[in-house]
């Protein structure tokens, strides 16, 4: 990856926000602990990927900006990495300098009338979000819990699952242009948010994101069930409220069945999440699917359907593959390491997989995770 390299040390006070601060720290100061040449697998939930030049951990919002700002003025390849959820990293690794966010906190105004305005540190993990908001009463991302990464990471992907998507509550990103070489605040209206995609992902060497402000509700009721499948787990109707917790631990639940939540044990677990996209269709293609295919009218007059059922009824069921990769033998839509995969047997399966699909269905599936050094 590589920018425009800036002219002058950006300002981390340009309008304010969290962990504000006049300037960043001079260039004799060293940006973080930095360490040579450390394979990307240990950084990624697929537990696969070669050596990055050197990573530099940044724990503080102006390391993160010096480390940023260092690479940019040297003409540096430079990749960002949170919790490392969403990479597939090449096997031959990167020539480049990875800054890992390791920056952590959040700060809460809250009162009655307007609910929780919580800002959260780019390298807070996520799901300790999620946690925090279900026990302090904040609605609005119960939703999505067991969502493995950092919480910088979720406005990028416009991060969603059983009927919530981080777009519903996202107030301001706080991110450093690289381009523009300031930090800048983005509304909500201006993040360009859609299905599995942003401005910020649209333009993924220009933004770091080092906050994100999430304007929350506040009770003890979850916001209205919008998924089927958590609304009959929590035996009620579509449109109905439940406890937080309870959605929380139904959440929790689903997602363990579906090898969703991180576990070191579980091979099943050793992935980027879901590997592609659930497709959106136009209403002819729509009609052209079995019947039986799922469908979801969206806003815009497209039609979702599940990639995971197109993958499961074009020949490729849960556990197919190798004994080194394989879709996971809990879900369809999660391609997994099962201890001794390469990055590269990882890429084969999946254009297989998308080779079989469009073979069927003539519906061309997506990648969801970010591929780093490789392709597709």
């Known amino acids: 990856m590589t920018s425009r390299s800036p002219a002058k040390p950006p300002s981390a006070a340009a309008d304010g926000g969290f962990r504000r601060s006049p300037s960043v720290p001079s260039e004799g100061s060293s940006p973080a602990a930095s360490v040579a040449a450390m394979d990307l697998a240990e950084l990624t939930t697929l537990r696969l990927g070669g050596p990055a030049r050197s990573v530099i951990d940044a724990t503080t919002e102006e390391h993160l900006l010096e480390a940023v700002r260092i690479a940019d003025e040297a003409g540096d390849p430079l990749l960002v990495v949170g919790g490392g959820s969403n990479l597939v990293v090449a096997d031959e690794g990167v020539d480049a300098t990875v800054v890992r966010v390791l920056t952590r906190g959040m700060r809460v105004d809250a009162d009655a009338c307007s609910g929780a305005m919580v800002t959260v540190a780019a390298g807070e993990p996520w ?65 360009g948010f859609g299905y599995r995609h942003s401005r910020f992902k649209a333009e993924p060497h220009r933004w770091v994101v080092l906050t994100v402000a999430f304007q929350l509700a506040l009770g003890d009721l979850g916001a209205p069930v919008a998924y089927a499948e958590l609304a009959r787990t929590l035996g009620v109707e579509v449109g109905e409220r439940a406890p937080a917790a309870e959605v929380r631990r139904a959440v929790l639940e689903l997602r363990r069945g579906k090898g969703m939540v991180l576990d070191p044990a579980d091979h099943d677990t050793w992935s980027a999440g879901s590997f592609f996209t659930n497709p959106l269709l136009g209403p002819e293609q729509a009609d052209a699917l079995p019947e039986a295919a799922p469908r979801f009218a969206q806003p815009d007059g497209t039609v979702k359907t599940s990639a995971a059922w197109l993958i499961d009824h074009a020949g490729f069921g849960k556990g197919y593959g190798t004994p080194s990769v394989s879709l996971s ?20 399966l999946a254009r297989e997989i998308r080779a079989g699909v469009q073979q069927a269905y003539g519906i061309t599936l997506v990648n969801e995770p970010v591929l780093v050094g490789c392709a597709l």
């Open 127 to 191: 799901d300790d979000v999620v946690a925090r908001a279900v026990t302090e009463g904040w609605v609005g991302v119960e939703a999505l819990s067991g969502i493995p990464g950092a919480t910088g990471a979720t406005p990028i992907q416009n991060v969603g699952a059983y009927g919530q998507e981080v777009s519903q509550t996202v107030a301001t990103v706080r991110a450093y242009d690289r381009l523009d070489r300031r930090v800048r605040t983005i509304h909500v209206v201006d993040c």
């Open 329 to 348: 033998t809990k879900h369809a839509l999660a391609l997994t390491n099962r201890g001794d995969g390469t990055t590269a047997q990882l890429l084969d």
